[in-house]
């Protein structure tokens, strides 16, 4: 019973020897990634972006507080009597009015804070426009890094095998650990380019707030400061979803690239990974609006949608540890599902010559128990 087990085990993608050589892909293409001229382009660009933004947005939002200040003077001068009016409609004219703006995240941090005093005055749950705007801001960022990973990896892996450099490499390297080094490689750029981002936003709110008034920005890049000051719980959370989600399109992107046969497919390729993406984007948007336990639970556990969704969840306390470790466990679940079926015919893929395969063809010969030979 024991050796039919250790033979199951060897016979599948947990194997350690699928995975020889991967060490190996990961510095050849993370070397290769940093080193490509449109990927430093990106990087910098992303890093002049958010060092701009918020001085920018500030100085473009800042009319804004100009004329709150030119409302509340003309509400502070007396009014002038009009004829025909009552005594009443007069002093209702002339009656004191006063205005306060400041910033989303100032004001859910006053009305925490006065929840903790008084918990018997504490609003129920966060409000419309704190669910919406964290997970606008939430979503943006993983959307982001989903398609660049995934876009990445789909044009890494059709450029090797229309060079064919990808049969050399097959001599020694088995295809698992090709398509993991790959995807590892990929992620820590993608990472990288994440963290120069939100590192130089945040650096430049913190600078732009000494002199200039920056509690006119846009309430979803208060949020996106909100993301950027997260206590350590909430980091672990970020992190663990952003990489269990970044791992699961990774690895459907490159079932979809490798069955591509030239540069021109790369389009094609490209359609379900991004439809998958869009569609969470989408939906993790709209159920921001129903503050509701059993949506908040749904939207937490639902497979792929969770990467979008649980982390907000139990920003917003919506969701505990327990909710979100049992999210974690299924997004696993999901992941080692598409090893599964990469482990059976990633390398007939490689190999393979003709019309782009869908993504249900490869799904037939992965349940078939075989690879394909069209040509």
Do not use: H
Not at 4 to 18: E, F, G, I, Y
Not at 85 to 91: F, G, P, R
Not at 310 to 315: D, H, L, T
Request: proline share 4%; aromatic share 8%; net charge neutral.
């Amino acid at each position: 019973m024991r050796s039919l087990w250790k033979r199951q085990v060897n016979q599948t993608m947990l194997s350690k020897l699928n995975f020889k050589g991967t060490g190996s892909v990961f510095r050849f293409t993370l070397l290769q990634t940093f080193k490509a001229k449109a990927n430093i382009v990106s990087l910098i660009f992303m890093m002049i972006f958010a060092l701009v933004f918020p001085p920018v947005s500030a100085i473009l939002n800042g009319g804004t507080r100009r004329q709150a200040q030119a409302l509340e003077e003309s509400l502070e001068q007396p009014a002038i009597a009009l004829p025909g009016l009552t005594e009443e409609q007069n002093a209702l004219l002339d009656g004191q009015y006063s205005s306060e703006s400041g910033s989303l995240t100032a004001f859910m941090d006053e009305r925490n804070a006065a929840a903790a005093e008084n918990p018997e005055t504490a609003e129920e749950g966060p409000g419309f426009d704190e669910r919406y705007f964290l997970q606008l801001a939430y979503a943006i960022i993983i959307i982001m890094v989903s398609i660049m990973s995934a876009s990445y990896i789909i044009r890494s892996v059709v450029e090797e095998k229309s060079s064919k450099l990808v049969e050399y490499m097959l001599i020694s390297v088995r295809p698992m650990a090709l398509l993991t080094g790959k995807i590892l490689a990929v992620l820590v750029y993608v990472v990288t380019l994440l963290l120069v981002m939100l590192g130089a936003y945040r650096l430049s709110d913190v600078l732009s707030a000494r002199f200039l008034d920056v509690t006119t920005s846009n309430p979803m890049f208060d949020m996106l400061s909100r993301l950027t000051g997260v206590n350590p719980g909430e980091v672990v959370v970020i992190v663990i979803s952003a990489i269990l989600g970044i791992l699961t399109f990774a690895i459907l992107a490159g079932i979809c690239g490798a069955g591509c046969s030239t540069t021109e497919d790369v389009n094609g390729a490209n359609t379900m990974p991004m439809i998958i993406i869009m569609a969470c984007y989408v939906i993790a948007l709209m159920v921001s609006g129903f503050d509701s336990p059993g949506m908040n639970i749904f939207c937490s556990l639902c497979p792929i949608l969770s990467v979008f969704c649980a982390p907000v969840q139990f920003m917003l306390g919506n969701i505990g540890w327990p909710m979100q470790l049992l999210a974690w466990v299924i997004q696993c679940g999901v992941i080692l599902l598409l090893l599964a079926i990469t482990s059976k015919v990633y390398s007939d893929l490689l190999i393979y010559r003709g019309t782009r395969l869908k993504f249900g063809d490869i799904l037939k010969m992965a349940f078939a128990g075989k690879g394909g030979s069209r040509s």
